[in-house]
C-alpha cells in the first residue's frame, strides 16, 4: 500500500521557521515529480511547491516565492519542505504529493489531478 506521511508541523511565530518532511512507504518515489499543498480553513486546496523527478527544477507559488525551498531527500523521505520568514497567512493544512507516474517530463505542476499520492497533511499555524 502506498503510503505519504507528512511531518514538522507544528506552532510557531510570525518570522519563524518550520521543515517539513514527508516519508513514504509501498513505493519509491525517487523518479516522481513531488509537490506540497497546501489547505486552509475556508479555503481551496493550492499549490505551494514542486520538484521534478531529477530534482533538477523546483517551482514556487508567488506567494512562497523566495521563502520557502523545496528539496528531494532520499527514496524513504522524497521531499522536504524548509520554510521560512511565516506569515500568517502560510496557516494551513500542508500535504505532500506524488506525481501519478514517473519520469514525467511535464512542466506543469499547479494542478491536484497531476499527482496521484497524498499524504494525510500536517498543520502550520502561524501566529501574529
Known amino acids: 500500500q502506498v503510503q505519504l506521511v507528512e511531518s514538522g508541523g507544528g506552532l510557531v511565530q510570525a518570522g519563524g521557521s518550520l521543515r517539513l518532511s514527508c516519508a513514504a512507504s509501498?513505493?519509491?518515489?525517487?523518479?516522481?515529480?513531488m509537490a506540497w499543498f497546501r489547505q486552509a480553513p475556508g479555503k481551496e486546496r493550492e499549490f505551494v511547491a514542486a520538484i521534478s523527478w531529477s530534482g533538477g527544477s523546483t517551482y514556487y507559488a508567488d506567494s512562497v516565492k523566495g521563502r520557502f525551498t523545496i528539496s528531494r531527500g532520499n527514496a524513504k523521505n522524497p521531499v522536504a519542505l524548509q520554510m521560512s520568514s511565516l506569515k500568517p497567512e502560510d496557516t494551513a493544512v500542508y500535504y505532500c504529493a506524488a506525481d501519478r507516474r514517473p519520469y514525467n517530463p511535464d512542466s506543469y505542476y499547479g494542478t491536484m489531478s497531476r499527482f496521484g499520492s497524498w499524504g494525510q497533511g500536517t498543520q502550520v499555524t502561524v501566529s501574529s
Open positions: 509501498g513505493r519509491t518515489f525517487s523518479s516522481y515529480a
